[in-house]
T-cell receptor, first 115, second 116 residues
């Protein structure tokens, strides 16, 4: 299975600032995803970040607000820009482990609070 | 497009009782069905995965799920609940896209409470 780490694990930020979340995987993976989990809610896909191509954003999410980098097969970053209290959520990095287990794994999440 | 419905946002059982968490997917048979568990302040942990190899799938921590195509269901069960099973459980459906990648849709989640 793929082991995923995220930094920071949590942060408290001021309105209007930006935060970059890092995701590191212990193996090379092609498919990487970023999810948002608002308090008490399920997971919503923000974007798919495959290495070698631009990130693909889901409806309701835009690159200016959530820029993503994917410089190699083991690392990605998600930036939450110009934050507002509505951005307070858990942000989860995820990968699809193919061809080994064909399973989706998740990182521990970054708990963001915006004041 | 795929969709997944979890019946019951909260389920409460007594310790030692049967756990049954319900999940229904949309009509087309997906390549993959998952159950994940999320403990407080943690990420998602994979419980089990269905990949058409067998309709009854055994997972970790004594959980299992049965795929029933006729009912479009993938319910999660455990014969005897333990206090440590108290958590949020998510059913998920993954479908392969035209690009060759995968997109996973999650149910709303079911919070399991276990009473002593």
């Amino acid at each position: 299975s793929a082991v995923i780490s995220q930094k920071p694990s949590r942060d408290i930020c001021q309105r209007g600032t930006s935060l970059t979340i890092q995701c590191q995987v212990d193996s090379q993976v092609t498919m990487m995803f970023w999810y948002r989990q608002q308090p008490g809610q399920s997971l919503t896909l923000i974007a798919t970040a495959n290495q070698g191509s631009e990130a693909t954003y889901e409806s309701g999410f835009v690159i200016d607000k959530f820029p993503i980098s994917r410089p190699n097969l083991t690392f990605s970053t998600l930036t939450v820009s110009n934050m507002s209290p509505e951005d307070s959520s858990i942000y989860l990095c995820s990968v699809w482990d193919r061809p080994f287990t064909d399973t989706q794994y998740f990182g521990p999440g970054t708990r963001l609070t915006v004041l | 497009a795929q969709s997944v419905t979890q019946l019951g946002s909260h389920v409460s059982v007594s310790e030692g009782a049967l756990v049954l968490l319900r999940c229904n997917y949309s009509s087309s048979v997906p390549p993959y069905l998952f159950w994940y568990v999320q403990y407080p302040n943690q990420g998602l942990q994979l419980l089990l995965k269905y990949t058409s190899a067998a309709t009854l799938v055994k997972g970790i921590n004594g959980f299992e799920a049965e795929f029933k195509k006729s009912e479009t269901s993938f319910h999660l069960t455990k014969p005897s609940a333990h206090m440590s099973d108290a958590a949020e459980y998510f059913c998920a459906v993954s479908d392969q896209e035209d690009t060759g990648g995968f997109k996973t849709i999650f149910g709303a989640g079911t919070r399991l409470f276990v009473k002593a």
